[in-house]
């Protein structure tokens, strides 16, 4: 089995981002290092915060964890063998990162992410 390195990121669905962003900074102590009409993001005390209007393409419907991992590929094969479902393919989103997300056997969205 491989290790994961922890929850580094977590993604809120919201369905309005100009009223999120300043609770989120209120929140979080930070403004936003990313800012942009699909995606909201906070960098604070080493947890990435990001806000994504409407669910996304993903259709969110509740906040998302992202374990970061090594290997995604092996993660997924892993998590799949003990039961989860993959619900979205690893693929990058730019900048080299490699994400993912599965369900467990009751349904609840899990996420992975690799950074190249």
Do not use: C
Request: zero cysteines; proline letters at 6%.
């Amino acid at each position: 089995m491989t290790s994961t390195q922890g929850i580094k990121t977590v993604l809120h669905p919201v369905s309005d981002l100009e009223a999120a962003k300043p609770v989120y900074a209120a929140l979080l102590g930070v403004q936003p290092e990313a800012d942009s009409s699909y995606y909201v993001g906070f960098e604070a005390e080493g947890q990435h915060i990001g806000l994504v209007p409407s669910g996304g393409p993903q259709g969110m419907t509740s906040p998302v964890a992202y374990w970061h991992v090594a290997d995604i590929e092996a993660k997924l094969a892993e998590v799949t063998a003990a039961g989860a479902k993959v619900q979205e393919a690893a693929h990058d989103v730019g900048g080299g990162r490699l994400v993912a997300t599965f369900t467990d056997p009751d349904g609840n969205v899990l996420g992975l992410v690799q950074d190249r």
